[in-house]
């Protein structure tokens, strides 16, 4: 017989739901262990709204890039290649939110064009109130940011493309 209140429990999922929308996550799993038989699993997940920008393919005549604050534009054209599978891309390692800046109103870590160094900061990636700089894993230029500033990110997403 469970020595815990099912009260708690429901205050636990409860909690665990407001964090899920608090840190814009997706999902969210917890195995809790109460005793020899007696556990509680817990998986929170909702649908999530995703919204993704495809950049144009780089070319010789291409034209200088805009702000990324402009709305995507429809065509008939088909979708440029996908950013994750570039070999200068910089994937999420973690689910969260995106800061390009270190603080409101400070310059931003990068710009396209900047030259980085391996280890440099290159954004920052806030999940569960912690935040956690995102170094370049190796030296080059940043040629396409594929991310905006206070957006959501997945694991495995592509941030940043540097060649």
């Known amino acids: 017989m469970p020595k815990h209140s099912h009260d ?3 205050a636990f999922i409860k909690a665990l739901a407001e964090l899920l929308n ?13 005793g020899a038989d007696d556990t509680l699993n817990v998986r929170v997940s909702r ?6 920008q495809v950049a144009a393919p780089a070319s010789p005549a291409a034209q200088p890039a805009t702000p990324s604050t402009a709305a995507p534009a429809e065509s008939a054209t088909p979708p440029a290649e996908d950013p994750a599978s570039h070999p200068g891309a910089v994937v999420s390692p ?20 900047d ?24 030296a080059g230029t940043v040629k396409r940011i594929l991310i905006e500033d206070g957006a959501a990110v997945e694991y495995g997403a592509p941030l940043m493309i540097i060649e």
């Open 94 to 113: 973690m689910v969260g939110t995106v800061y390009m800046q270190a603080e409101p109103g400070a310059p931003a870590f990068v710009s396209v064009g």
């Open 22 to 34: 608090e840190n814009e996550l997706t999902e969210l799993e917890v195995k809790r262990d109460y």
């Open 115 to 138: 030259s980085v160094a391996e280890g440099d900061t290159l954004l920052i990636v806030e999940a569960m109130k912690t935040m956690n700089h995102i170094p370049a894993p190796r």
């Open 8 to 10: 708690s429990d429901v």
């Open 47 to 52: 649908k999530q709204k995703i919204i993704s």
